[in-house]
């Protein structure tokens, strides 16, 4: 049996990958010191992932009071993590054309 199959996992949500991508979003329009092709901003994304704690709800409900200081630790997370892959992307960006900007 796949868990898949029996049981509708989508409706498990990724809060971190979410805040990621709402963080990003932010990023991209505000800022100018970094690539916006597909390849950096996914490599950003997943870099980011990679080094903030992850956590997985199940539903949509409101914000108790030890939730909402856990999602709030996983912000500065990302604000940290997220800078960090900026800087490792332009160090090794994926293609050749960025250097040279
Ligand atoms: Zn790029």
Redesign the pocket.
């Given at each position: 049996m796949r868990l898949e199959d029996s049981y509708d996992l989508s409706k498990i949500r990724n809060i971190t990958a979410e805040k990621v991508y709402r963080k990003m979003e932010k990023l991209i329009e505000e800022r100018d010191d970094f690539?916006?092709?597909e390849?950096?901003v996914l490599d950003i994304v997943a870099y980011t992932l990679n080094h903030v704690t992850p956590y997985y709800a199940t539903s949509l409900i409101g914000s108790l009071d030890p939730k909402r200081r856990k999602e709030r630790r996983i912000e500065v997370e990302i604000d940290i993590a997220i800078e960090e892959g900026i800087k490792r992307v332009k160090n090794h960006?994926?293609?050749e054309e960025?250097g040279k900007k």
């Open positions: 690539c916006k092709c390849n950096c960006p994926h293609h960025y």
